[in-house]
């Protein structure tokens, strides 16, 4: 099997940077779908297929930016309001990706992993095609003004905010410890 650092799945994962700056270029609908069913492939126990996604682009980001604005307190707002407004308003799409909350550890637990499967995988796959994605977990996700704003229910948990765009600049990659470091093997 072809496992090195060249191959294409291998170059995908070591050269995918998460990107926060965007061309305002608008992302087509189809290659958003294509590689979001791509990224329906991801791994996910019993075949629950744990997600949903809620889109906003064009005008319709105005209401995400006031979501996210609503949840912040008076002075962060009069703060961040102007850059976040720009910010939201230029990147092309915000896809929030929703999982339920079940309350059993075990398929909580795979649920998480198989949600945090399909958002690399989009990822993965965004990145091969000029695509750029950053992964936020920024605190408005879990305030319930947002919650509410965005239409996710009680019962229902956030796993991450994607932003989603063509790149306007690729940051360098922030170096990874090697492997050895972390392994204990047992022989
Ligand atoms: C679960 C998760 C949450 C993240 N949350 C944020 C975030 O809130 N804000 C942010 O700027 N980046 C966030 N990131 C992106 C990481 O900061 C990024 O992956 C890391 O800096 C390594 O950079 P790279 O993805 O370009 O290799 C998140 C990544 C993951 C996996």
């Known amino acids: 099997m072809n ?5 294409p799945v291998a170059q995908a994962i070591r ?5 926060r ?3 305002s270029t608008p992302v087509p609908q189809e290659l958003l779908l294509s590689l979001m ?30 979501a996210v604005l609503g949840a912040m307190s008076k002075e962060e707002r ?6 976040r407004r720009k910010e939201y308003m230029t990147i092309p799409v915000h896809l929030i990706v929703v999982m339920p909350e079940d309350p059993r550890d075990k398929q909580w637990t795979e649920d998480f992993g198989a949600v945090c499967s399909w958002i690399q995988s989009f990822q993965l796959a965004a990145w091969e095609q000029g695509l750029g994605v950053v992964w ?4 408005y996700m879990f305030a319930p003004f947002f919650r509410e704003a965005v239409g996710v229910a009680p019962g229902e948990k956030i796993v991450g905010v994607l932003h989603i765009g063509y790149p306007e600049v690729i940051p360098p990659a922030k170096p990874r410890t090697p492997a050895e470091a972390r392994l204990t093997v047992h022989e």
């Open 78 to 83: 009069q703060k961040y309001e102007i850059q």
């Open 37 to 66: 069913n791509t990224a329906n492939w991801a791994p996910n126990h019993a075949l629950r297929e744990p997600w949903r996604f809620i889109q906003y682009k064009g005008a319709a980001r105005e209401t995400f930016t006031e």
């Open 15 to 19: 050269e995918r940077r998460s990107i």
């Open 3 to 7: 496992n090195s650092p060249a191959s």
């Open 21 to 23: 700056q965007y061309k």
């Open 136 to 139: 936020k977990t920024n605190p």
